[in-house]
């Protein structure tokens, strides 16, 4: 992977920043872009070679189609191409990523005997291919006047979004790649940049990367989990996954700003929030919007009866679930939280209100207790957790239970004599405990984006940067770091 090449990296960030500004400085534009292209394709390319045929075919098509499509601007020609242009990306996306999940179903449900090829998942393909579809759309609806095949390139492959989002608009990109503000080096877009980036790294290699191992250990023990053990899990994997994937965004929106580019924000605070609408108004912002835009309008929106409207929640939101992967807890995942909307919507229909902190806890233990089902590698799995979230007779057990997540290697030396004075399962979960406290406290505290522009200028932003970023590096070196959870996706 190539967060696992931590060298690459680290020297691929200043030749790509020095080599576009060095053309740029030269006035010349247009090598400047071809620069970006090829450096964002080194990047894909890091992770696996094969992949970068597919993904500059796959560029090619689309730039063909959506060129012809600007042509037939919303004419019936028009639509038949359009629709032509999306079932050949939504054919590829089944290939690598659904092809094998519909086979093994088609067997368990008819007895068939079909055998699928081991495929290699092309990294962040839900990505580029969700991108490239909107720029079909926007151009068959003449929102799109861009021909030139340069820049539909660097508006797909531009690395810092590339392989885990945010989901871009055409219109959002190219208008800056085209503006001359952007064309030099401005010194408080760079400070800002490194100080998003570095927050973005820290939240990855020290935060989320920590939370992980005491996900994994309660998810994928197998035994069975007490109250305090299934709780420490599925809120371990809360905040792993917030902070793991609002950490690669933070750290893409860092990456672009060295380029004078603003990405849009893809997490506010999420779980702050004080209902299911809210959150999903603070989740993965761009993957919300893309949704409402092709897919809940499209169906029908909020136009008909409240039952249709229902329909129409139920079939994005199991469309989002089923978007993150090829499984049946993406998909129970998804309809959960698309009945969490339709309950809401009801609920605020008929006037229903709750207090502030009451509202909080119910939408923030609703999206805990979803999470389980995204994390669960079966439905075991799964109830195996759920059953020890309400396994409340085992707390008076809890100092002498058994350790499925024990793990002392944090105390190092100091776990020996703590075992002396303290239960092994305080000195086993004690820290983990004191850090999901630390890390629900987090949470109402101001978010990255908020810190990097109160900090985004002079030396006191400097030593935040360098603060952080030097933390994370150690993190690194000492072997912390993990792919990124939605490289996956």
């Known amino acids: 992977m190539i967060f696992n090449s931590p060298t690459f990296l680290f020297a691929f960030l200043p030749l790509a920043f020095a080599g576009y500004f060095l053309l740029m400085r030269w006035r010349v534009i247009v090598a400047a872009k071809a620069w970006l292209v090829l450096a964002s394709l080194v990047f894909y390319g890091w992770w696996n070679p ?4 597919l993904l500059a075919g796959s560029i090619w098509l689309n730039f063909r189609v959506g060129t012809a499509l600007m042509d037939s601007a919303r004419t019936p020609a028009g639509r038949r191409l359009l629709v032509a242009g999306i079932a050949a990306n939504l054919l590829l996306l089944a290939w690598f990523k659904y092809a094998a999940f519909i086979a093994a179903n088609l067997n368990a449900f008819w007895g068939t005997a079909i055998v699928m090829p081991d495929v290699a998942l092309p990294l962040g393909i839900s990505f580029f291919t969700f991108t490239q579809i909107a720029w079909l759309v926007d151009s068959w609806q ?3 006047r861009d021909r030139s095949g340069l820049d539909y390139a660097l508006f797909v492959t531009f690395f810092p979004h590339l392989i885990a989002g945010p989901i871009l608009h055409h219109r959002e990109m190219m208008s800056q790649f085209g503006s001359r503000w952007t064309h030099a080096v401005r010194a408080r877009n760079v400070l800002r940049g490194l100080i998003l980036f570095s927050l973005g790294l820290f939240k ?10 005491w996900a994994d250990a309660g998810f994928d023990a197998g035994t069975p989990l007490d109250f305090v053990a299934a ?3 599925s809120l371990s994997y809360t905040l792993q996954i917030y902070l793991d994937f609002s950490g690669y965004c933070d750290m893409a929106m860092g990456a672009a700003l060295l380029f004078n580019i603003r990405l849009p924000i893809n997490f506010d605070s999420p779980y702050k929030a004080l209902d299911i609408q809210d959150f999903w108004r603070r989740w993965h912002i761009t993957l919300s919007r893309y949704l409402r835009d092709y897919v809940y309008i499209p169906l029908g929106g909020n136009r008909g009866r409240p039952a249709a409207v229902a329909v129409n929640l139920m079939a994005t939101f199991l469309l989002g679930g089923l978007w993150h992967g090829a499984s049946w807890m993406f998909i129970a995942w998804g309809a959960l939280h698309g009945a969490a909307i339709v309950v809401h919507r009801a609920w605020k229909a008929r006037g229903g209100a709750l207090p502030a902190p009451l509202a909080w806890l119910v939408t ?3 999206v805990d207790v979803a999470w389980i089902f995204f994390r669960a590698h079966s439905w075991a799995d799964a109830r195996r957790v759920l059953r020890g979230l309400v396994d409340v007779g085992s707390i008076r057990h ?4 058994s350790l499925p997540s024990a793990d002392f290697a944090w105390a190092g030396s100091l776990a020996d004599p703590l075992l002396a004075v303290l239960p092994a399962t305080v000195v086993a979960r004690g820290v983990c405990l ?3 406290a630390a890390g629900l406290a987090m949470m109402s505290r101001p978010n ?3 810190l990097a522009g109160a900090h985004g200028r002079g030396a006191r932003g400097t030593a935040v940067a360098v603060l952080v970023f030097g933390v994370s590096v150690l993190a690194i070196l000492a072997g912390r770091q993990s792919a990124f959870l939605y490289f996956e996706f």
Request: hydrophobic fraction near 65%; avoid cysteine; charged fraction near 5%.
């Open 204 to 213: 990855k290699v020290v935060l989320a990367d920590s939370f992980a191992t």
């Open 434 to 436: 004191l850090a999901l």
């Open 398 to 401: 809890w100092p002498l239970a």
């Open 448 to 450: 990255a984006l908020q």
């Open 364 to 366: 923030f233990v609703f």
């Open 142 to 144: 003449g929102q799109v």
């Open 50 to 53: 094969f992949f970068v045929p």
């Open 231 to 233: 709780w420490t899990s």
